[in-house]
């Protein structure tokens, strides 16, 4: 299920990718692709249990609060907000410490590259 999920958020990940790298905005429709296959991904997982729908639905809370929080001090734009927020979906509760860190490391060399390359 992991390997098809992650071919169908292939395409809206790279896009937003490239248009946050482009432009600096995360488009609307990758952030709406990545809330709905995480939903959808709680649904035809069978993952309905109240337990279950209540750790995705607290994933997708905590991440937008924590963007939200971010993005009050200036920390990031809405785009980004928004995108983390939908991939709080994704991982629920129970796997929010892990896309934390994965956003950590991966902004700390993003940020890295950027400066290597200023250079």
Same mark, same amino acid.
Do not use: H, K
């Given at each position: 299920?992991? @390997?098809?999920?992650?071919?169908?958020? @292939? *395409?809206?990940? /790279?896009?937003?990718?490239?248009?946050?790298?482009?432009?600096?905005?995360?488009?609307?429709? !990758?952030?709406? @692709? /990545?809330?709905?296959?995480?939903? &959808?991904?709680?649904? %035809?997982?069978?993952?309905?249990?109240? $337990?279950?729908? $209540?750790?995705?639905?607290? +994933?997708?809370?905590?991440?937008? *609060?924590?963007?939200?929080?971010?993005?009050?001090?200036?920390?990031? &734009?809405?785009?980004? !907000?928004?995108? %983390?927020?939908?991939?709080?979906?994704? @991982? &629920?509760?129970?796997?929010?410490?892990? /896309?934390?860190?994965? !956003?950590?490391? +991966?902004? &700390?060399? %993003?940020?890295?590259?950027?400066?290597?390359?200023?250079?």
């Amino acid at each position: 299920m992991a @390997a098809l999920l992650a071919m169908i958020l @292939a *395409a809206p990940m /790279l896009a937003a990718c490239i248009s946050d790298v482009r432009r600096r905005i995360i488009p609307d429709w !990758t952030v709406l @692709a /990545l809330a709905l296959v995480a939903t &959808g991904n709680a649904v %035809f997982a069978g993952t309905l249990a109240d $337990a279950a729908l $209540a750790d995705v639905a607290m +994933g997708g809370a905590i991440a937008l *609060a924590l963007g939200l929080w971010a993005g009050w001090f200036g920390q990031w &734009g809405g785009g980004d !907000t928004n995108w %983390f927020g939908a991939a709080g979906l994704l @991982a &629920g509760a129970s796997g929010l410490p892990l /896309l934390l860190l994965g !956003t950590t490391i +991966g902004g &700390g060399l %993003f940020a890295a590259v950027l400066l290597a390359l200023r250079q």
